[in-house]
Each structure stands twice: as C-alpha cells, then as structure tokens.
C-alpha cells in the first residue's frame, strides 16, 4: 500500500441511516436550527488529514438532505447488517469513481459534537505498520461509568494494541472491593470511532458474527475473534452520542 508523505490518504464515511428503533429519522433531527447528519459531516470536514468527507445512507430523505447542503453523498443497500458494512460499499463506490483512499474512517452519524482532532489522532496510528484497524479510548473517571454496562470498557498492551472490549469492567481487580477499583487501576472507556486500512475493511466486511460479538454485541470482537489488530490511541475528549429523542433534548443548550 502506498502512503503519501504526509501519511495515509483517507477518507472519511457518514454512516446515516433513517429507520432506527429507538429514534427513526435521527440524522435529519435539527439542533438548534442545524440538522445532527449535517453537524457531524462539518465537524469531519474540519478535519485537515481527511481527503473527502462522505455521507452513506440508504434513505432518499437524507440522501437529498445533504446535497441540498452542498454535502457529498451516496446512496447504498439498506440491506447491510452493520455501518462497516455500508462504509465497505462507500469505499468500493468511490473506487469505482476513480477515487483511492488508504484508509476508511467511520464517522459516527449521531455524535454531533465530534472533535477533528479525534479524527485525526485516529488516522495518526496508522503511521505503525502494524495497524490494520485504529480506535480511540478515554480514561474513565467515575465508577458509574465503569460499572455502566453501556459504556464499553477497553484493556491495551502496552504498545497500545487492543487486548480486548467488554461492557464489563475489565480488568476484574481481584482481592479489592469495588468501591476501591477505580483508585487502584487506570480503567479506560471505548470511544467509537474507527479506521481501518481498506484492504482490511473489505476483509472484515465478509465476516459471519463470533461467539463473543453475539454475547456482548460489540462488532469489534469479531475483528479480534479473527486474528485482526485493532491499536488504540488515548484521547481527551469526550464525545455526546444521541441514541434518543431525550438524549436530543439534553442539548438544547449547546450552541
């Protein structure tokens, strides 16, 4: 694979689509006069190490939405099990356009709030040739958080490769009760978003689901489950997912 001299060339993906179970429509809902999707794709577009921004969706509504602000989209099958999957089709549209990216970054839809420097740091790891796959962790800093089964927990080798996920706290410290764990250990948190080297995505893109996937529903462990390496890189923001109507309304005073 070859690199430019300023690193990997990359593009960033949108994963958007309209029917979700817990909130249908969320990338067209409008915080404070600005829709989420488009929130999310000017965030990425500040990002100076991304080549193209892209949206991927498999709805109309979005798809003329974001052209209508002057956006790059692409319509994909609304058949795909996962956004990696739909981030594999993006990229294999844009080949087919002329298009060649090193790297694939999955830019999650429904984090309006998203830093550039996050995208960045995450495409940074791929300068280590050992990095099939990048993701981002933070630290974690209160025990609701680590005992919040929503928050996925992260352990790493000390060259940063991740050893495993699990919305369990992890490492169990044994011998210390838990009220104890967060001052004898440096737990750190899962902050999603990934890169992939896009040879890797089309790889991974073909995998059926692996036992530990399917009893934590994390996408990553069959990444693991299959031999693939994920590197993690520390960052210091934290991100604002909106999965509901109500996680919408706890924004209404962020400009």
């Not at 919040?148 to 000390?158: C, E, G, M």
């Not at 250990?185 to 893109?205: N, S, T, W």
């Amino acid at each position: 694979m070859a690199f430019s001299d300023t690193g990997p060339v990359a593009a960033g993906i949108i994963p958007a689509r309209f029917a979700s179970t817990r909130f249908p429509g969320k990338p067209l809902a409008i915080i404070r006069g600005i829709s989420m999707i488009e929130r999310v794709y000017r965030q990425a577009s500040e990002c100076s190490l991304l080549s193209k921004v892209v949206v991927a969706t498999d709805d109309a509504r979005i798809f003329d939405h974001v052209a209508g602000f002057g956006g790059k989209v692409l319509m994909t099958s609304p058949d795909h099990r996962s956004g990696t999957d739909r981030i594999a089709e993006a990229m294999e549209i844009l080949e087919s356009q002329g298009d060649k990216f090193d790297i694939a970054v999955n830019i999650q839809g429904d984090e309006p709030f998203i830093q550039p420097g996050q995208i960045a740091n995450a495409i940074r790891l791929f300068r280590n040739p050992e990095v099939e796959i990048a993701t981002l962790v933070k630290s974690i800093t209160t025990a609701a958080d680590l005992f919040n089964p929503n928050v996925v927990k992260v352990i790493s080798a000390s060259n940063g490769r991740a050893l495993l996920f699990s919305r369990s706290p992890i490492p169990y410290y044994r011998g210390k009760a838990e009220a104890e764990w967060m001052d004898a250990y440096p737990y750190f948190k899962h902050i999603g978003i990934y890169a992939y080297r896009a040879d890797v995505l089309k790889k991974i893109a073909r995998l059926p689901q692996a036992p530990p996937e399917v009893a934590e529903s994390l996408e990553q462990l069959r990444w693991l489950w299959n031999g693939f390496s994920i590197y993690t890189g520390v960052t210091d923001f934290e991100t604002i997912g909106i999965d509901t109507p109500e996680d919408l309304l706890k924004l209404t005073n962020i400009p």
